[in-house]
């Protein structure tokens, strides 16, 4: 049973930085590949980042200029590096584990940049 668990969410002042991070905890097999994704209001769930096994990343291309995907092996960690938010960027940001057949969500935390 894996379970993630993800903190750091809030709230921040447009032009802020947060970092997320989420807590990966049961067997992950080496095909599962670690995310980020968010949810705007009203909005569909949006890819943000991946990181495999091995440490390669890949950031959306709209997002790479401001989020770091990075993983702590020891700690059993990933987490996003967010800078220069802005309040399009407010939303519930979930960390997933997808890979095969397998796929594990956490429950999100709340981001919220105002203005």
């Known amino acids: 049973q894996v379970q993630l668990v993800e903190s750091g969410g809030g709230l921040v002042q447009a032009g802020g930085s947060l970092r997320l991070s989420c807590k990966v905890s049961?067997?992950?097999?080496?095909?599962?590949?670690m995310a980020w994704y968010r949810r705007a209001p009203g909005k569909q769930r949006e890819f943000i980042a991946s990181?495999?096994?091995?440490?390669?990343?890949f950031v959306a291309a709209a997002m790479r200029r401001r989020f770091t995907i990075s993983s702590d092996t020891a700690k059993d960690t990933v987490d996003l590096q967010m800078t220069n938010l802005q309040s399009d960027d407010t939303g519930v940001y979930y960390c997933?584990?997808?890979?095969?057949?397998?796929?594990?969500w956490g429950q999100g935390t709340q981001v919220t940049v105002s203005a």
């Open positions: 997933a584990g997808l890979g095969g057949h397998s796929e594990y």
């Open positions: 990181i495999t096994r091995t440490g390669n990343t």
């Open positions: 049961g067997s992950v097999t080496s095909n599962i590949q």
